[in-house]
């Protein structure tokens, strides 16, 4: 074999070579491509998998917690209903207790003002019927002695005497009867007394009194005024 043949052959088994090792630098390049888009790749897919998985927790979390504060707001206004409605309740039943309470203190007031004003009618009627009546009348005692003066004084013995005289004869109290009027009657020994009982409304008399020596004023006729 020649020189020129040798390198020939020489030559073909470095393109060979070349081309062989071309090759496999193509093929694992392809792989390290294919790899990295593959890894890659799927990280990212991953990422974005991982990324979606926690939107979706956190939005389920944002709900729930939504949810969560719509019962507790729920909750919260059925038991502000329930205690409003409760304390509607116990206003409504304390209102009816105390009309209850007024309507009863108004109608123990009414008998009682009933009571009392037939307690007044009759103590009125048992002072009248107690009453001696005209014709029937006494002198009332006296202590002046000597010669009477018929006195106009108020407060004077004559004038004390001339109000229990009064008294007797209209059944009112001397201690709280009112003394309207006393004058003289035309004479010396006879007066007259205008009285009422304390009340405004009370019945007024005029009472006609006779000078009794040694026995006191005696009522002779009494008038209604």
Known sequence: MNKNSRSTIQGKKRKTNIIYNTSIAVVFGLILIVGSLIFFG?????????????????????????????????????????????????????????????????????????????????????????KPKEGEFKPIGTEQTGEHVS????????????????????????????????GNNGGPNLSYADVSGPDASAEEYRVHLEWIDGEGWKPVKVDEL
């Open 151 to 182: 006195s106009y004084e108020e407060g004077s013995v004559d004038w004390n005497e001339k109000v229990k005289a009064a008294a007797y004869a209209t059944g009112l109290d001397a201690s709280t009867m009112t003394v309207w009027w006393m």
């Open 42 to 130: 799927g990280n990212e897919n991953q990422a974005a998998s991982d990324e979606e998985e926690k939107t979706i927790a956190e939005q389920v979390q944002e709900n729930n917690g939504v949810a969560d504060e719509q019962d507790s707001n729920d909750n919260e206004e059925q038991q502000e209903e329930s205690e409003s409605a409760s304390l509607t309740a116990a206003e409504s039943e304390e209102r009816e207790n105390n009309a209850s309470e007024d309507e009863q203190s108004e109608e123990q007031t009414i008998a009682s003002e009933e009571e009392n004003e037939k307690k007044e009618k009759e103590e009125k009627k048992k002072k009248k019927d107690e």
